[in-house]
């Protein structure tokens, strides 16, 4: 009984050193800053996905090691989409700074918005002579 237990967690541990080390950077084409599990300086290691859906956007933020936090933006207001923390926003002059739990994100700034374009003269709105 006790060789066949240990047996089985020596298979575990040896397939689990297989996988090797957690990547040092996340997947996805647009990194941001992150400080993870309490760390003290921020480096360029996450990444950082957004979607426009109706009312605002959600950033799904991806972590070096697999994990990753959804949030939902609107405007200023940034909360966490899922899960039980809540996110605590510090706006900075060149960023907007989100920490949940023992996790922190730099985000850039939003994009200013793009202006409407003008609508093209035509018989009904042009200028009379």
Known sequence: MY?????????ILALAGCSGPAPEVAEGA???????????????????ESQIVPGGTILVIRHP?????????????????DG????VVT???HATEV?????????PPPAP?????PVPASPVNAPRP
């Open 30 to 48: 647009e990194k941001i800053a992150c400080a993870l599990n309490r760390a003290a300086e921020f480096s360029p290691t996450c990444a950082v």
């Open 113 to 117: 918005p793009v202006p409407a374009s």
């Open 84 to 87: 039980v923390d809540l996110a």
């Open 65 to 81: 090691g697999g994990g990753f936090r959804r949030f939902e933006v609107e405007g200023d207001w940034v909360r966490t989409a």
């Open 91 to 93: 706006v900075l002059p």
């Open 3 to 11: 060789s066949r237990i240990s047996s089985t967690a020596l298979v």
């Open 99 to 107: 920490t949940v739990g023992t996790d922190r994100y730099r985000l």
